[in-house]
């Protein structure tokens, strides 16, 4: 099952919350080993200094005990002491010989060891904590062992825990508290940004404000921001092309109404030949006009991915795009020619909207030069890269409109030729998606038009 997470702020407080938990019981455990020994420390000295008056009282070690000695010890009915006090005298075999308590051990116990020796233990129910003492009377070893309950300690170590777990645990609550209300203010520029998002015109694709933004977010946005950029792109390019679209099919639309109307009215049969030869000359120019649009569209920055790009054989491909020209060529009596490079020349692209570029080249040539002339494509190796050009001896073009050639609809009064003023413009977007460099100038002879398209190289 996918793991779902409905609130970053739950996320967030949901983990620090299980930490701050642990840490306050790991502190609580510490706290509480580390209470338990510092609260020994004391009351052991005390027990040790209380073993040793008993043993100074019966002169244990001297070689003249007094084991019927009564040693004066709290019995817990003060309520100032409530611990009980006991001793006990062993023989190295643990055998008693005077004492109050029953707290029989041993010798071995002590497996070698010199000095006091603390034990806990438990007397009546109750728990005890007893010291244990050795000492040399007449060849033989005396045993003292004295032992009270912990009542007072256990009192202690309760009001140590109480006065750390206590703090402890509302410096917990403090913190989650503090880090609640940090993680609050962190978001609020989120809530910010999503209030704004929420509240946008559909139309609106303008670029998200993160500069308010945390840094951990800013990628995000930037990524968002990119999208909006490339959603722009498409529907700029969506609206012009309707836009296009619309003002260049108004003309051949209305004149196919004007000729078939003319058509259906006349009875005069070289009439109506003329509307229905007008007709057909402005379908086959609506059928071009459309397909061009349709081109442009698909080749305009958003319209189409480079994720289909493949290797080309730019040889390959040039001639057989050229060779679909001479019949045309023919017709005008014009000698179309291709130059094939020595070298293999592949370049990365779309091979259909490369063919869709080069038909708009060679149509261009075809339409404008002269019946008589002659038109060359080539292909060949430059330094960056590989070269595609289209060269003709036709009237050429002025300085002054090379530059607006390329643009959309631009065309040049007084050619002569009928048109659109697409084909540059598909061959320029072509060339733009391809990273290629488009240049327009003179041919070799200084007449004519040379416009060449630099691929970059693989």
Not at 30 to 41: D, L, M, R, S
Not at 77 to 98: H, N
Request: a neutral charge; one cysteine or more.
């Amino acid at each position: 099952m996918a793991n779902t997470i409905s609130s970053l702020r739950t996320y967030l407080m949901q983990r620090l919350l299980v930490s701050l938990y642990l840490l306050w019981i790991v502190s609580t455990i510490v706290g509480y080993f580390a209470t338990i020994n510092y609260a020994n420390q004391p009351y052991d000295l005390v027990l040790l200094q209380r073993a040793n008056e008993v043993a100074s009282l019966l002169k244990l070690g001297t070689g003249h005990e007094q084991l019927d000695v009564e040693p004066s010890l709290p019995d817990g009915t003060d309520p100032g002491m409530p611990d009980r006090v006991v001793y006990t005298v062993t023989d190295s075999e643990g055998r008693k010989l005077a004492g109050n308590g029953n707290t029989l051990r041993p010798l071995s116990y002590r497996r070698g060891r010199p000095g006091p020796l603390f034990s806990n233990g438990e007397r009546e129910g109750q728990k005890t904590r007893m010291v244990s003492l050795t000492f040399p009377s007449n060849g033989k070893l005396l045993q003292l062992h004295v032992s009270e309950t912990t009542q007072q300690r256990q009192a202690l170590i309760r009001g140590i825990l109480a006065n750390i777990v206590i703090p402890q645990l509302l410096l917990t609550l403090i913190a989650l508290a503090v880090v609640w209300y940090g993680l609050k203010q962190g978001l609020r520029p989120l809530d910010r940004l999503r209030h704004e998002v929420v509240n946008r015109k559909r139309d609106d694709l303008s670029q998200l404000d993160g500069s308010q933004a945390p840094a951990e977010v800013r990628p995000l946005i930037d990524a968002v921001n990119d999208l909006l950029e490339r959603l722009k792109q498409v529907m700029a390019a969506q609206q012009r092309f309707v836009a296009d679209a619309a003002h260049q099919l108004r003309t051949p639309f209305a004149g196919l109404k004007t000729q078939s109307e003319l058509a259906l009215r006349t009875n005069d049969a070289e009439q109506k030949q003329r509307a229905l030869q007008h007709i057909l000359n402005n379908t086959r120019h609506g059928i071009r006009l459309v397909n061009q649009l349709l081109v442009l569209a698909r080749n305009e920055p958003g319209g189409q991915s480079t994720q289909n790009f493949v290797e080309i054989n730019l040889n390959q491909l040039a001639q057989e795009c050229t060779v679909t020209w001479v019949q045309m060529a023919l017709e005008k009596n014009i000698d179309l020619g291709f130059e094939n490079s020595i070298d293999l020349l592949k370049v990365w692209g779309d091979a259909t909207s490369l063919i869709e570029m080069l038909n708009n080249l060679i149509d261009n040539a075809v339409r404008y030069t002269p019946n008589g002339g002659h038109i060359t494509v080539g292909v060949t190796a430059k330094e960056k890269g590989a070269e595609l050009y289209v060269e003709d001896n036709g009237p050429g073009i002025d300085p002054q409109h090379r530059e607006r050639v390329f643009e959309r609809f631009y065309r040049i009064l007084g050619s002569g030729q009928s048109g659109s003023g697409i084909g540059l413009a598909i061959v320029a977007e072509v060339a733009k998606r391809h990273g290629a460099e488009l240049s327009l100038d003179s041919g070799s002879d200084g007449t004519g038009t040379r416009i060449s398209v630099l691929f970059p190289a693989i």
